[in-house]
């Protein structure tokens, strides 16, 4: 156990010395106190490294906990919709599955203001949840024709199917259905 925490502590004192630095080096960050947790990381790093040898753990351990680590955070970030690795997973699921995925669906929280009222609609694999403060939260399952142009979404609580207009500008993060234009928020 002990092990474990030490190489996962080495992990840690390279994150914070690499995140630090960026800070520092971008002046979002007071250059005194950036440098002190820069020296400290850098330091607790470096006795941590000479523990580490006592334990006589190699390097080839680190770095394969360091790449497990990595792995299971680029996982948890796709699978939580976090662009562009949402993209990636979607592409190695229909890759798989042999369904061809595009890119050029929208994913995420798009925000509209109709009458006055904000709305919103999020996009999750294959469903689309619609906000506002009147008509509160509505889920559709949805496909998009395969010429783009239109959208098909289905109630998933009443069963009701509609088909409206529909366009997504990939550059400007802009999602259109019928009338309503939703910008990414």
């Known amino acids: 156990m002990k092990k474990a925490f030490l190489i996962f502590l080495v992990i840690v004192c390279l994150a914070v010395a690499g995140w630090n630095a960026y800070l520092l080096f971008t002046d979002q960050i007071d250059p005194r106190t950036g440098w002190i947790i820069l020296a400290v990381s850098i330091g607790v790093l470096f006795w941590n490294i000479s523990v580490l040898r006592a334990y006589r753990i190699r390097t080839g351990t680190v770095v394969a906990v360091f790449l497990i680590l990595a792995l299971i955070a680029m996982a948890t970030s796709a699978f939580a919709g976090i662009e562009p690795l949402a993209t990636y997973e979607k592409n190695v699921i229909g890759w798989f599955s042999g369904i061809s ?23 999750k694999r294959s469903t689309v949840e619609f906000f506002d403060i009147l008509e509160g939260k509505r889920i559709f399952e949805f496909s998009i024709s395969q010429d ?33 234009e939703y910008h990414r928020q």
Do not use: D, H
């Open 101 to 123: 995925v595009t890119s050029n669906n929208p994913s995420g929280t798009y925000v509209a203001t109709v009458l006055g009222f904000e709305q919103s609609i999020t996009f």
């Open 148 to 180: 783009g142009n239109s959208i098909t979404s289905k109630n998933v609580a009443t069963g009701e199917t509609y088909t409206s207009n529909y366009r997504y500008i990939k550059e400007y993060q802009i999602v259109v259905i019928g009338q309503l």
